[in-house]
């Protein structure tokens, strides 16, 4: 007896270790079936442009976008149960139907299947691994008996459209109604939803992308077949739905890719990589798709045409000023592209501005009072002396000289002298340190600039010049440009919003209004302009008359600018090569980047004109006559006051109140002249060749000298940099 109960008490402890062993095999690391409503399930982000539509979905592996039962029509739901588990109400989680097909399978042919619920196929592709084992199938028995033990069936079918694979990357009901076409599924038409029904048996089969999309449709008429067979359409309306011609969303390149990429780097170092690409974040932007669209379609357009002249790219960013809202940013001609490696963002990259900074230098000098809009200079043949440095002799880009030139016309007509000049009054420091209090962000130590940084000596980001250029447009307030004007969790709790409308104008005042007045006005009259850029060029925006634009082109025409704006719009566009080499000789401000920036403008404006943008209240189109400036008639040749008997002719000119002219600036004096040229003589000039001479003498603010009688006009060869009073 004693040695039958010991046999026994072996045989339970070898039983309960087997069982436990088993046990421990079987349930080990065995995934939580609360994993299925766990708000740690990998959800994607999207951000949406300024009307609600869909820029760019971020996701670590798959896309995957819940909704709520109740929000979708119910032909969703029962276009599922029909052709997936027509029981599905009926059963606690199995169909005995389905086991025993499982069961004989297995026996006769070693092969694990099973005819699987809908419960089932949940537990299997969101908690547990696709093997096909006899323990993975023992482990989905199970969980499917708790699930349907914790969960109601409407939780479950719930979390079954929002967690099955639709294919390609797509999880989900809302993602695949997006995939496939392009909206949300709360919209899908009885066709579409019994069409994407089908899918999840076996989602690369029946993809309407796939290798056969033939049978996508096969598919879809067995869903619609059992749909009738459990009553939940007639045959006629089955006939009818598999008659009605699919639309698909066209496989294209992401949408807005530079633009959507540095958002998201915004995003994930405010709030980490897991976040943003798990955490199912809802972005609004305040990107315009339809212009976007329109501005990268210029832009491939028009730096095709110039391929002959050695122009590879090609970037633009749009913007609403009084709110710093950018609307469109296109970082290259082609994300894809590999001639220019279209990944890289021109928009955020350093590139020289050519003329398009000489604004930013002129409104320093017309702040500080040095100059006005009727300052004259002579633009002559002039060096510029640095100590420690070889002369600077500065060019005109048309290579010629245009004598006593007007601020107004000199800024207009983009001539280089008269620039230096007003950088030598200005002085580069001063220079440097304006231009970052207006959002030039790359121009730091300004001992590595001289006075070519007016010309574009320096380099600057297309987005800072779109900031820069703003504050001209909001009558000297620095708005900083935004991307993001709401996030939200998928749940809909708001984690930060910017209210746009009480967001106008709210940023540091860092100019005075009259300053900006003047600027704006030089650079939106034609007239201004006309001798170096004609007439009837690509700056004139049709319908739009009040548009003020700056080009620019460096020297060795590595890159070449236009930047325009009104209060609604400013648009900055470059053109150029990555590389950094030199464009061919027949591209400049007005042939490069000026068809692209018309176009795209014009496009801009002509919607903010609806309204699409906020257009200010005022209903004026352009700012008028602040008190700060006023207004009188000068003389046209050398901008100096009408004085009786002066005779010269005249045009009216805007001031800032208080720096009217108030001499003829024309003074009578003897001077040194070349006998046989009559041109003022220079200080190397031998006694013999010269001669005193009294005449008519205009000197500009930097000492240039320029003798209005002589035959050939002149000015002094050489002015001493930094300016000394002895200069002037």
């Known amino acids: 007896m004693k040695h039958f109960s010991t046999v026994y008490n072996r045989k339970r402890i070898v039983f ?96 694990v299947e099973g005819g699987s619920t809908l419960t089932q196929q949940l537990v299997k592709n969101a908690l547990l691994t696709p093997e096909r084992t006899i323990r993975r199938k023992a482990r989905e028995f199970f969980l499917t008996m708790v699930v349907e033990g914790i969960y109601s069936k409407k939780q479950i079918i719930e979390m079954y459209l929002n967690q099955i694979p639709y294919g ?76 009605v011609n699919l639309q698909y969303t066209e496989i294209k390149a992401p949408t807005a890719p530079h633009f959507a990429l540095w958002v998201k780097d915004q995003l994930v170092e405010k709030y980490g990589e897991k976040l943003v690409e798990q955490g199912g974040l809802r972005v609004s932007t305040t990107l315009d798709l339809e212009l976007q669209e329109f501005a990268q379609t210029a832009v491939a357009t028009e730096v095709a045409k110039l391929k002959n002249q050695n122009v590879g790219n090609g970037a633009v960013i749009v913007t609403h000023p009084s709110t710093g809202e950018i609307l469109a940013m296109v970082g290259s001609k082609d994300y894809f592209a590999k001639d220019e490696d279209g990944k890289v963002n021109v928009i955020l990259a350093k590139r020289q501005p050519g003329s398009s900074i000489k604004p930013i230098n002129y409104a320093l000098a017309i702040k500080n009072k040095k100059i006005t809009l009727a300052t004259t200079f002579s633009d002559v043949p002039t060096c510029f002396s640095v100590s420690g440095q070889s002369l600077y002799c500065p060019r005109n880009y048309d290579g010629t000289y245009h004598g006593l030139t007007q601020t107004r016309f000199a800024l207009g007509n983009s001539y280089n002298i008269p620039a230096v000049k007003v950088l030598a009054l200005n002085g580069v420091n001063d220079l440097v340190d304006f231009a970052k209090s207006l959002g030039l962000t790359t121009l730091e130590d300004p001992s590595n600039y001289g ?150 403008i014009k496009f801009a404006l002509d919607k903010s004109e609806k309204g699409e943008y906020d257009k200010d209240d005022d209903g004026h189109s352009w700012p008028l006559q602040p008190e700060e400036v006023v207004g009188a008639t000068i003389c046209a040749d050398t901008g100096g006051a009408v004085t009786e008997g002066s005779g010269c002719p005249t045009r009216f000119e805007y001031f800032l109140a208080g720096t009217l002219p108030t001499t003829t600036n024309v003074v009578n004096q ?36 320029y003798c209005l009688s002589c035959p050939i006009s002149s000015s002094s060869a050489t002015i001493r940099y930094p300016l000394k009073r002895s200069d002037l």
């Not at 899918?199 to 619609?224: C, I």
């Not at 209060?567 to 400049?588: F, H, L």
């Open 16 to 111: 309960f270790t087997i069982l436990i062993s088993f046990s421990l095999w079987l349930f080990w690391g065995i995934p939580l079936p609360t994993k299925l409503s766990s708000p740690d399930i990998p959800v994607s982000t999207k951000l949406f442009d300024r009307n609600g539509k869909l820029i760019y979905e971020i996701y670590a592996g798959t896309r995957r976008s819940p909704v709520n039962l109740d929000e979708l029509p119910d032909y969703i739901k029962n276009s599922t149960i029909s052709i997936e588990d027509k029981d599905f109400y009926k059963h606690y989680g199995f169909s005995f139907s389905g086991i025993a097909r499982s069961v004989y399978k297995i026996v006769t042919r070693g092969k």
């Open 168 to 243: 390609s990357t797509a999880y989900g009901i809302e993602s695949a109604s997006e995939l496939y076409f392009g909206k949300s599924a709360k919209d899908l038409t009885l066709a579409e939803a019994t069409l994407i029904a089908g899918l999840p048996q076996s989602p690369t089969r029946y993809s309407p992308f796939g290798a056969h999309p033939e049978l996508a449709k096969e598919r879809q008429k067995e869903v619609l077949i059992q749909m009738v067979k459990n009553n939940f359409i007639s045959q006629e309306e089955a006939d009818k739905t598999f008659e």
């Open 451 to 600: 006075l070519s940084l007016t010309l574009g000596g320096g380099e600057v980001k297309p987005y800072d010049m779109a900031e820069a250029f703003g504050v001209f447009a909001n009558n000297g307030i620095k708005e900083p440009l935004i991307a993001i004007t709401k996030i939200e969790n998928w749940k809909g709790k708001v984690l930060e919003e910017i209210i746009i409308k009480d967001k106008k104008l709210s940023g540091p005042k860092v100019l005075d209004i009259g300053t900006t007045f003047l600027i704006s006005h030089i650079l939106h009259d034609n007239n201004a302009r006309s001798q170096a850029f004609g007439p009837s060029s690509f700056l004139n925006v049709k319908g739009h008359p009040e548009v003020s634009v700056k080009t620019g082109t460096t020297n060795d025409r590595r890159d070449n600018w236009t930047i325009g704006y009104t209060k609604q719009i400013a648009v900055v566009v470059w053109v150029g090569n990555n590389d950094n080499s030199p464009m061919g000789g027949a591209v400049s401000g007005i042939s490069g980047a000026s068809p692209i920036w018309n176009k795209v």
């Open 670 to 705: 003897d001077v040194l002249i070349f006998k046989d040229t009559g041109q003022i003589a220079n200080s190397d000039a031998l006694p013999e060749q010269i001669e005193a001479q009294n005449k008519p003498i205009y000197t500009d603010p930097t000492g240039g000298m």
